[in-house]
């Protein structure tokens, strides 16, 4: 220990005389990180969600000088994979940051179930709208009692049905299907709704269900297949854009407050260009990665027509279910902001 310490000692030494030089040679003192937050994020480094992360840690770097640093922990490994048990370490304070999926986030802020609600957005400019503008403020606001500072959404583009043999182009072709869906009631009410038999499980345990066949399908943005090689077990990629959610950057309170209030707002405003950067790529890519699927062997199909019609009237029929949940004010204030827009 006395070895030890007085190691220590001749670093900040060392540390105090460089600085001493460099002042009085009229050159800047060397520069040392004030604060080191680690990140995790669910999917591989190379995914748009660990593309992005890693984004946002070059952002905070440049943005402070060094002064704050971010690591980025892919494939969540600081949290064992868990995902609810990620939010609950995060509002500990034993994660610094996460990025994860609302539909995940839901589970403990039931008003996050309204960006998923089915069918709610036509295009990307409205999800992008809605999520910049003012109920996207108001559902990062809403995590300030879990302890969480969000600092924005990023989109993830529409999701839809991958299966193993069978091409959903009708309303009846969900009947009997078993769906592999998040622990989220609303996803799993949609697809009782439209007659398939949702499944829900832990994303980590989805390959080997239907390698087994004991699922017939799962839905997601399209990279998720991709990335995690769902081809190899999915032969049908149903472009079904059934709802859709985003990924939420935030930081835990404790971690925020570690920040300097110097930098407080400089780490904002490299999540925001982050985010603006993002939506941008994450769009543009979507055709890309539906190509490398076709490429991969899956079959991509389309709504017959007049079809999709009858799949949103169904979808929308069980918003009601939701309104207590989600709270009425806020179910129609967005309503309303998607349709203004």
Not at 48 to 70: M, N, P, Q
Not at 171 to 181: I, K, Q, S, V
Request: hydrophobic share 40%.
């Amino acid at each position: 220990m006395k070895k030890l310490n007085a190691t220590r000692r001749a670093v900040m030494r060392g540390i105090a005389v460089a600085t001493l030089i460099a002042a009085g040679c009229g050159i800047a003192a060397p520069s040392f990180a004030q604060t080191s937050l680690r990140l995790a994020v669910p999917d591989p480094a190379d995914s748009s969600v660990g593309r992005a992360a890693t984004r946002f840690a070059e952002l905070v770097d440049e943005k402070t000088a060094g002064e704050v640093t971010i690591q980025v922990f892919p494939d969540g490994v600081l949290y064992g994979k868990d995902q609810n048990a990620a939010i609950n370490q995060l509002g500990s304070g034993a994660l610094d940051g996460l990025i994860l999926a609302t539909s995940v986030y839901a589970s403990f802020e039931p008003k996050m179930n309204a960006i998923s609600l089915p069918y709610l957005f036509s295009n990307y400019d409205q999800l992008k709208a809605y999520l910049a503008g003012e109920p996207g403020q108001e559902l990062l606001t809403s995590l300030d009692r879990l302890n969480i500072k969000g600092l924005g959404f990023f989109l993830r583009t529409f999701r839809d049905v991958t299966t193993r043999d069978r091409a959903i182009t009708k309303a009846e072709d969900f009947n009997g299907l078993t769906l592999r869906t998040p622990n989220n009631p609303l996803f799993v009410r949609l697809f009782q709704a439209l007659g398939a038999n949702p499944t829900p499980m832990a994303f980590s345990e989805v390959y080997s269900a239907l390698q087994l066949k004991a699922i017939d399908g799962q839905e997601n943005p399209v990279e998720v297949p991709y990335n995690n090689r769902l081809y190899e077990v999915q032969g049908q990629l149903n472009m079904t854009q059934h709802l859709a959610d985003s990924f939420l950057l935030g930081l835990s309170s404790t971690a925020w407050a570690r920040i300097p209030e110097e930098h407080q707002d400089a780490v904002q405003k490299a999540a925001e260009q982050m985010i603006s950067e993002h939506d941008a790529e994450e769009i543009r890519q979507e055709e890309q990665i539906i190509g490398k699927l076709k490429e991969k062997g899956m079959q991509v199909n389309e709504f017959a027509e007049g079809e999709l019609e009858k799949v949103q009237e169904i979808a929308r029929g069980i918003y009601g279910e939701f309104e207590e949940k989600i709270g009425a004010d806020f179910m129609q204030k967005s309503i309303d902001f998607v349709k203004a827009h």
